[in-house]
């Protein structure tokens, strides 16, 4: 068992280091927010004063931050400086690509190892370690880094080298934004022209415009009662994060000279949804603009 360093207990990262640490691991956690360093020592977590604290005498670090910017500022300015040689970093906030890749290639050439490890799945995977890893690295890093991502999650997919975890990421987030807003459409235009919802969904469930966000996600409700359309869009993945994610997509499409129209049109919708208040509910809440029912 490895000793540990935890950077970022938030929503995410306090199920994550409570999972490394029922799998037997040595903790050493760290969060700018003190309330959440004694949740994680509640959970078995050692608690660090600092981040540099929290990875000297640390075999791995993970870190589990907001954004680009935030990384950047905890591994140059902080944890750099504070690694032993060899150390393993595994950076699993969703954050640009380019960044991911600065960073990444900052820690190889001082010698260490590093792995982008964005992850799909919310809180509740988080906490259930059930979370599924996209990992940008070489193949040795990724080797190392295996193990101890099984231990907060579900599957453990490398995607190519570093920063490729993070493209993954936001490639299928946008994928997925794409098809939640056409099923909205599909379910709203279905109402308009007089079919039952339920009704409309055994057919489309069952023929070509079948999706995972139409089956597993639904976004009107009924159909699957267990879909945050039952219970009031509550999150589930907020339209915040969803929005942070497309615009992730759209810097990377600018970056790669790479056409994607409709991640463009799903970015507006969102950025329209999230300017009328619906930041913090579901990204499925899109339905209530589309059909004309939101009103917050
Ligand atoms: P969060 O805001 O709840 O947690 C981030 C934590 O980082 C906070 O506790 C904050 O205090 C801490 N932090 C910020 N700067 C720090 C610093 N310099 N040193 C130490 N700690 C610092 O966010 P979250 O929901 O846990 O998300 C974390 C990452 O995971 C994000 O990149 C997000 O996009 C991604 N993600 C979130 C979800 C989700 O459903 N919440 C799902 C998939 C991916």
Known sequence: MARIAFIGLGNMGSGMAANLVKAGHEVHAFDLSADAVAQAVAQGA????????????????????????????????????????????????????????????????????????????????????????????????????????DAMGKAVIRAGDVGSGQAAKICNNMLLAITMIGTCEAFALAEKLGLDAQNFYDISSKASGQSWSMTSYCPVPGPIPTTPANNGYKPGFATAMMLKDLKLAQDAAQSAGATTPLGAQAEALYAMFDNLGGGSSDFSGIYKLLDGSWDK
Do not use: N, W
Not at 56 to 61: E, I, K, L, M, N
Not at 76 to 83: L, R, T, V
Not at 122 to 132: F, M
């Open 46 to 149: 050692v608690a660090a004063a600092s981040a540099p604290d929290a990875v000297t005498g640390s075999d791995a670090v993970v870190t589990m931050l907001p954004a680009g910017k935030h990384v950047r500022g905890v591994y140059e300015g902080q944890i750099f400086d504070a690694a032993a040689p060899g150390t393993l970093f595994l950076d699993c906030s969703t954050i640009d690509v380019d960044s991911a890749r600065h960073v990444g290639g900052l820690a190889v050439e001082k010698g260490f190892r590093f792995v982008d490890a964005p992850v799909s799945g919310g809180v509740a995977a988080a906490q259930a370690g059930t979370l599924t890893f996209m990992v940008g690295g070489s193949e040795a890093d990724f080797a190392a880094a295996e193990p101890i991502l």
